[in-house]
């Protein structure tokens, strides 16, 4: 056991071993703050904890931010990562079930990273194989690890995550990201700004959540006056691959653009935020705007899959 | 005064009387758990009943449900009781009761579900019972009673 991890709960650490990452319904919030410690801790932590770990990187879906960190992460651990960026050179393409290249693939691994345009697969996945299954994305579904960073990014942004007043702009129908983070904030007391055009509301079954658990919320269609106020403005790209009708798309693709004409109107505290990739929602003017933190959120998504790989594969045990 | 006559149904032998099934929702009730040819399927629909002003009725001969039949008629409302009918005679009545889970009896209605793309046995985690409103365990879309498609 390292220094570093000498004062950390052993058991709740112990308890990740082995286990999946799949939703963020999955977790308590003393298990998130957890790894939200966690990975604090392994922003000074640079040693290599898994030698000898292979993680599987299977994605299914296009992806650079997640596969590319996750690569980045099991190195940086001394592990290493084998898998696929495209279905097409799968056995997929051949027709065999996710269950069968799961049970194929644990031969090959410690642990495996999915992202799959299904919505489910992770959970289909993570049943077929004892080693430890992390969601990657599922279809419009959640993004777990996106979520962990985008929590991490508004901690260590604002100090605190209780009592911030949190805008969400553009795609919140489609948007997983959008979903996991709305879900998980669920356990937080926090405010929260709906910005979409009516066909890409945030969907009912996660409003009628807000509204069980007591969460403030308003939904707007203009950025302004609502975004005035706010401590976080959580952009995101409009997603043309979701839309079942690309008409539709075409109405709403550059409905929002972020930058910096909106500056005098929110207040000084507005930390802006972006899953990436963007188009043309957030406009590079906006890049050296000192509280523009999405490069920096980027950037987060290595340390805490480092964190969460450590954790489920024992490494700071 | 008028002469009428009264039909009676003939009672059972051997069988299952599902009762106190929501009015209307008795053929759909038939259709969940189909029936075999030559037995006697007796349906009375919008029958008078003291608890619930309304209500269906089925009478099976020679037809004991299973249990995933019985979890698919749990799906239809709260009150449907089952007796077993043997010589005549009722020898068990079985609770219809929606457990946590609602499972292989169902799927669902989200098309980008995985469960409707791979060969998989469906789940629903059951969050509230009247009205029915469930989770899908793999693709976490929560399902009311009008989208569950009973298979």
Not at chain 1, 139 to 157: C, F, V
Not at chain 1, 278 to 303: H, K
Not at chain 2, 71 to 79: C, F, Q, S, W
Request: charged residues 30%; hydrophobic residues 40%.
């Amino acid at each position: 056991m390292h220094e570093l991890f000498k004062d950390i709960d052993q058991d709740r650490a112990r308890s990740f071993k082995g286990r999946d990452i799949i939703s963020p319904l999955d977790f308590e919030k003393d298990e998130i703050l957890f790894l939200l410690d966690v990975a604090r801790r392994f922003e000074t932590f640079r040693e290599p904890v898994l030698p000898g770990c292979i993680l599987a990187a299977l994605f299914f879906e296009p992806s650079t931010r997640t596969r590319l960190s996750f690569e980045s992460a099991i190195q940086r651990l001394g592990g290493s990562v084998l898998g696929f960026a495209d279905k097409g050179v799968s056995s997929v393409a051949k027709g065999e079930t996710l269950y069968d290249t799961i049970r194929v693939v644990e031969a090959y691994c410690d642990a495996i990273v999915i992202r799959h345009p299904l919505e489910g697969s992770a959970r289909v996945a993570a049943e077929s194989t004892e080693r430890p299954v992390i969601n990657g994305g599922d279809g419009a579904n959640q993004h777990p690890t996106q979520t962990l960073l985008d929590l991490y990014t508004i901690r260590k942004e604002k100090d605190r995550i209780d009592g911030l007043r949190i805008g969400f702009l553009g795609d919140l129908k489609y948007g997983r990201a959008v979903h996991s983070l709305v879900d998980t904030l669920c356990h937080f007391d926090v405010e929260m700004k709906l910005i979409s055009p009516k066909t890409l509301r945030l969907p009912a079954q996660l409003r009628e959540k807000l509204d069980s658990v007591g969460i403030s919320f308003s939904e707007h269609e203009e950025i302004l006056p609502a975004a005035a106020g706010l401590d976080i403005l959580y952009t995101t790209r409009i997603q043309k691959e979701r839309f079942p009708d690309l008409l539709d798309y075409e109405r709403v693709k550059s409905v929002y653009q972020v930058d910096r004409t909106i500056l005098p109107e929110v207040g000084e505290e507005l930390t802006i935020m972006h899953p990436l990739p963007r188009v043309t929602e957030i406009s590079p003017d906006l890049d050296d705007y000192p509280r523009a933190a999405y490069f920096r959120q980027s950037a987060n998504g290595v340390t805490v899959r480092r964190a969460l790989l450590a954790l489920v594969l024992g490494g700071i045990l | 005064m008028t002469d009428h006559t009264e039909y009676r149904v003939t009672a059972l032998r051997d069988g299952t009387v599902i009762d106190h099934l929501p009015p209307g929702m008795a053929l759909k009730a038939l259709e969940f758990i189909g029936h075999e040819g030559g037995n006697i399927v007796t349906v009375g629909m919008y029958l008078d009943s003291r608890k619930y002003g309304k209500k269906d009725l089925i009478k099976l001969e020679n037809k004991e449900l299973n249990e995933a039949e019985i979890a698919k008629i749990a799906i239809l409302g709260p009150h449907t009781t089952l007796a077993i009918i043997r010589d005549y005679r009722v020898v068990a009545k079985v609770a219809v009761n929606i457990g946590d889970e609602i499972a292989a009896v169902a799927t669902c209605p989200n098309p980008t579900c995985i469960t409707n793309h791979d060969d998989l046995r469906t789940r629903f985690h059951v969050m509230n019972r009247h009205p029915l409103r469930v989770r899908c365990h793999y693709c976490e879309r929560v399902v009311t009673e009008a989208e569950l498609e009973v298979t």
